[in-house]
């Protein structure tokens, strides 16, 4: 118990050794293993969206690895069934009754690698588990391990064979990240490392999963001020009556924000939010759940530039005050 409350009290530098970790295999990407790390600490589903080659896979392998928890990886083909994902039931001759074989999803991190290269109803294979933490085959319902994160990559949707995810798909989703090409300093390091061995063989875990589930726990508590919580819903309501947008974010949203913004503070040290938590996850949170109207798409207009121009508009609190507690 000792060793619990030593870690927790001070949550930075357990994070930091987690991230330092990651960054053993992923270079010069630490604000986007930062944000990664947050959607997991609150308990959210993360989706990858680049092109091919950018380690986007890598990156899912490290944050598993880091945190002791079983992974499984489910490579998404337009042939991908439903029950190859979420598992089936088989009979059993000698006893007469059918037994549950349990798929890749029942796992506690679960990679869905090139999600929207599988056809739209095994997509929605994925939703119960997104949302309700189970799945139910042939009217039985399956709780799933805790921690449950889904980690999905997704090459864009003009890419050949990709199939649009659908937006309640996408809603559950609590982050859409995006790793990019490395600069020519890092891909030269990238190479250096990589020249006689492979990094990911010799990653250690930092932490196991019951302490992974203890930190999810201790970052629910972090406080958020009443003025906090009616500036997220009144950016909210902002994007569901904007004329350039035919759908804005949903209530689950505004949840997500709050959440990724308590996961932040606590992984900075501070039991309270405070209203930069909120501006730097707002796009990687909200962006991927709008729908713009088709005049908006046609002018150049995006997701990224309406919501930045909202929060602009919007007079951020100032809070009354703040609990060292």
């Known amino acids: 118990m000792q060793s619990k409350t030593r870690i927790f009290d001070q949550p930075q530098p357990l994070v930091e050794r987690m991230i330092m970790n990651v960054e053993k295999v992923i270079v010069g990407k630490r604000e986007l293993i930062e944000k990664a790390f947050i959607a997991m600490l609150s308990g959210g589903h993360l989706l990858l969206?680049?092109?091919?080659?950018?380690?986007?896979?890598?990156?899912?392998?490290?944050?598993?690895?880091?945190?002791?928890?079983?992974?499984?990886?489910?490579?998404?083909?337009?042939?991908?069934?439903?029950?190859?994902?979420?598992?089936?039931?088989?009979?059993?001759?000698?006893?007469?009754?059918?037994?549950?074989?349990?798929?890749?999803?029942?796992?506690?991190?679960?990679?869905?690698?090139?999600?929207?290269r599988t056809s739209p109803k095994t997509q929605s294979a994925f939703l119960e588990?997104?949302?309700?933490?189970?799945?139910?085959?042939?009217?039985?319902?399956y709780e799933l391990p805790k921690p449950f994160v889904l980690l999905a990559t997704q090459n864009p949707v003009d890419f050949e064979g990709t199939y649009a995810l659908p937006e309640a798909q996408m809603d559950r989703f609590m982050m859409?990240?995006?790793?990019?090409?490395?600069?020519?300093?890092?891909?030269?390091?990238?190479?250096?490392r990589l020249q006689d061995r492979q990094p990911m063989d010799h990653l250690?875990?930092?932490?196991?999963?019951?302490?992974?589930?203890?930190?999810?726990?201790?970052?629910?508590?972090?406080?958020v001020d009443a003025t906090l919580k009616e500036f997220i819903v009144r950016v909210a309501l902002a994007t569901r009556q904007h004329p350039d947008l035919h759908l804005g974010v949903s209530p689950r949203a505004s949840y997500a924000l709050m959440r990724a913004a308590q996961s932040s503070a606590y992984m900075k040290g501070r039991s309270f939010v405070i209203p930069d938590d909120i501006k730097d996850l707002v796009l990687p949170v909200w962006t991927h759940r709008l729908i713009l109207t088709s005049e908006a798409r046609m002018t150049g207009k995006s997701a990224e530039s309406i919501l930045s121009g909202l929060l602009a508009s919007q007079q951020m609190p100032v809070l009354r005050y703040v609990s060292a507690k």
């Open 129 to 141: 588990a997104m949302e309700e933490k189970r799945v139910t085959i042939d009217g039985v319902s």
């Open 176 to 192: 859409r990240l995006s790793l990019g090409y490395p600069t020519a300093e890092q891909e030269i390091l990238m190479l250096d």
């Open 49 to 116: 969206e680049d092109v091919p080659g950018v380690g986007k896979t890598m990156l899912v392998r490290a944050l598993a690895r880091t945190m002791g928890c079983e992974f499984k990886r489910i490579q998404c083909t337009p042939d991908l069934l439903p029950s190859d994902v979420t598992g089936v039931s088989v009979y059993n001759a000698k006893t007469g009754d059918f037994e549950f074989r349990p798929g890749p999803l029942m796992t506690p991190i679960v990679l869905a690698d090139e999600c929207n």
């Open 204 to 223: 250690k875990p930092v932490i196991v999963q019951d302490e992974f589930l203890e930190l999810q726990r201790e970052a629910t508590k972090i406080h």
